[in-house]
């Protein structure tokens, strides 16, 4: 039996608990939500260096027709590397150019999504000698098919400096593994540098992918931790996230390879887009710095104040004044209200290095001294020891098997109620009881989650990881979003989280639950004003870890008699046939919660719980 008292409010979880951790893993970011078509749009893939890595650039024609190769000639500082292509075939002559033309084309990552009827904006540098022909066209993978296309035509003078073009491109027909292409029939030497295309309609405008955002909304996220994890950290501090690296304009931006997920990152998602998307999620940034510490290096806090200053210099850039050094650049980048930057995190999982505490105090006080009300979250575990620094929140991270996940729904039972509170910013079920995102996993999730619920005085913030993959590159397993070029579907993992977005915020309630112990069920019960419809809103939320069904009275104290509004009163349940049962991209919808409205509700319901099961039972007063 489970007793609810509706009247007995235990406190206000806090607004934060739940939100979101994106990391730039499996394309999560470059190839993911952010909607750039190409990549490797600047041919400075492997670094400043020439030869340089232009991968997965191609020549469109052979080598009796065309010669690629890169030089240092950029017009951008940051990045100087340039394509240099030599047309040796012509029009007309003893080397004609094969119909269609020779160039280059990207394919983007693993196939661009062009469809019908949208616009695309194709935006790149362009140098020549003389007047240059080229062919712009969005093609399907092989070529064959074009699906839209426009010239540019210009005279030698126009390029004979690097000349910026831009073209608005309609597609006529759809294709989901298209390339973009750049193509000739003119004999000569033709330089490309900072190719870009996207979609014109993005998230908000902000240049995101739509679709992705979309599901990251659909969560009701209230904050967004960023840009990793691991990512953050690099293996190697050279190749470490470097904020001031990924602001201004996109051409400028050097871009990086990121050697932890191992592939290259033009940076176009970049600080600025970050602070963007939460903002535009209406969630608050977390932003993860860089403390001096990649995986095999780190700074010694004797000589680690350039980190300092480069940290309090992102805090400005973020929140400053638009007259201010750093808050003068977000201005010109259009942004000249500050951000709400609340909470900064110093570094990933590091704190058993050498130089961890060493270093956050040096963090800690510097951003203290010029930013009191900034939030710090330390990398040392607090909920099993007191920390020996200060700090405002400590990050706990876990991956475990489900078993074990569903019991830590306790985890925080018993932590210190005094000292910091925990950021729960990486959970999930690995290994072979998730596979790439199975029920069993999301329901061993959910029982986490109703412990950190109930133990929401403790621990105030929790987000999933990793967010997002891209099934063309899975680095990490599992995941809470799969996508390719055109599709996506959520997880058990990201289906159990939308049972919990109403939480934040909302009252915690106090339940007692009768049942053996160790128990197969864990429960929790909350209450919210809906502020639309002026409803009062009473969710109880039950996980079935059991194989067997359970027949559970609920009795719920404090009710004013017939106050359950039944018409809007539901059940929702996410279960399926078998626990290792998955989504994909066939079946997206094989396990995701399913609604119906309840029948009877009252102060005592006799309910039905299936085996392996995460059911919510909303009622509305
Ligand atoms: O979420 C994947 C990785 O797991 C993160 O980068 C890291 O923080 C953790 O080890």
């Known amino acids: 039996q489970l007793f609810v008292n509706a009247s007995q409010e235990l406190w206000r979880i806090p607004e934060t608990l739940f939100g979101i951790f994106f990391e730039e893993i499996n394309h999560a970011g470059a190839g993911g939500i952010w909607a750039e078509l190409v990549s490797n749009r600047g041919f400075e893939a492997g670094g400043p260096n020439t030869p340089s890595n232009i991968d997965p650039w191609s020549p469109v024609g052979n080598l009796s027709y065309i010669i690629v190769s890169t030089d240092r000639t950029s017009c951008f500082d940051r990045n100087k590397v340039a394509l240099r292509m030599e047309v040796l075939c012509d029009s007309k002559g003893s080397n004609i150019c094969p119909s269609g033309g020779v160039g280059i084309y ?16 194709v935006v790149l540098y362009v ?8 062919v712009v066209s969005f093609a399907s993978s092989d070529g064959s098919r074009t699906l839209a296309t426009d010239h540019i035509r210009l005279t030698a003078s126009d390029v004979l400096n690097w000349k910026k073009v831009e073209i608005l491109m309609v597609a006529q027909s759809t294709d989901h593994n298209a390339r973009l292409q750049l193509t000739t029939t003119k004999k000569g030497i033709i330089w490309f540098d900072q190719v870009s295309a996207m979609p014109l309609d993005t998230y908000k405008g902000h240049g995101f992918r739509k679709e992705l955002v979309d599901m990251l909304a659909r969560l009701k996220p209230q904050f967004i931790r960023f840009p990793g994890g691991c990512f953050v950290e690099g293996e190697w501090l050279r190749n470490a996230f470097r904020w001031k690296e990924t602001i201004g304009p996109w051409e400028e931006r050097p871009g990086h390879f990121g050697d932890v997920w191992m592939y290259w990152t033009d940076d176009g998602l970049g600080y600025l887009e970050f602070l963007q998307l939460a ?5 608050l940034p977390i932003w993860v710095f860089n403390n001096g510490i990649s995986h095999n290096d780190q700074v010694d806090t004797s000589t680690v104040f350039p980190f300092v200053q480069d940290v309090l210099d992102s805090i400005e850039f973020a929140r400053g004044d638009p007259n201010s050094t750093w808050g003068s650049v977000r201005a010109a980048m259009g942004h000249p209200e500050p951000f709400d930057l609340r909470y900064v995190a110093a570094g990933n999982e590091d704190c058993w290095k050498k130089n961890y505490r060493g270093n956050y105090i040096e963090f800690y006080n510097a951003i203290k001294n010029a930013y009191p009300d900034i939030n710090i979250i330390s990398n040392c575990d607090g909920s099993s020891r007191k920390l020996d620094h200060p700090a405002d929140l400590y990050d706990f991270h876990i991956y475990t098997s489900a078993n074990n996940m569903f019991s830590m729904g306790h985890q925080f039972d018993h932590t210190s109620r005094a000292g910091p509170k925990a950021f729960v910013s990486e959970y999930a079920v690995t290994g072979k009881d998730a596979g790439t995102g199975s029920l069993l996993a999301g329901l061993a999730e959910a029982g986490f989650l109703i412990g950190i619920e109930r133990n929401s005085d403790v621990v105030h913030m929790a987000s999933y990881a990793p967010l997002f993959v891209n099934t063309n590159d899975r680095r990490w397993n599992p995941d809470a979003i799969v996508f390719n070029s ?6 058990p993992s990201y289906w159990m989280q939308t049972f919990f977005r109403e939480s934040s915020g909302a009252t915690l309630l106090n339940t007692t639950l009768q049942a053996s ?3 197969s069920l864990i429960t929790s019960a909350i209450t919210w004003d809906d502020p639309v419809g002026n409803n009062n809103y009473l969710r109880i939320k039950i996980v079935n870890f059991g194989s067997s069904i359970v027949n559970l009275k609920i009795s719920i104290d404090g009710l004013e008699p017939n106050s359950i509004v039944l018409s809007g009163s539901t059940k929702v349940v996410l279960t399926s046939n078998n626990l290792m049962d998955e989504n994909s991209f066939g079946a997206p919808n094989k396990v995701v919660p399913i609604t119906s ?14 085996p392996r099961s995460f059911t919510s039972f909303d009622l509305i007063r």
């Open 279 to 283: 903002e535009d999620l209406g969630a």
């Open 127 to 134: 140098r020549s000698l003389d007047s240059v022909d080229i």
């Open 597 to 610: 409205q309840l029948q009877t509700a009252g102060k005592d319901m006799d309910v039905v719980l299936s």
């Open 517 to 519: 112990s160790p128990s």
């Open 106 to 121: 990207n394919p983007g990552y693993w196939g661009m999504n062009i469809e019908q009827g949208k616009t695309y904006k």
């Open 486 to 491: 055109w599709q996506q579907y959520g997880t």
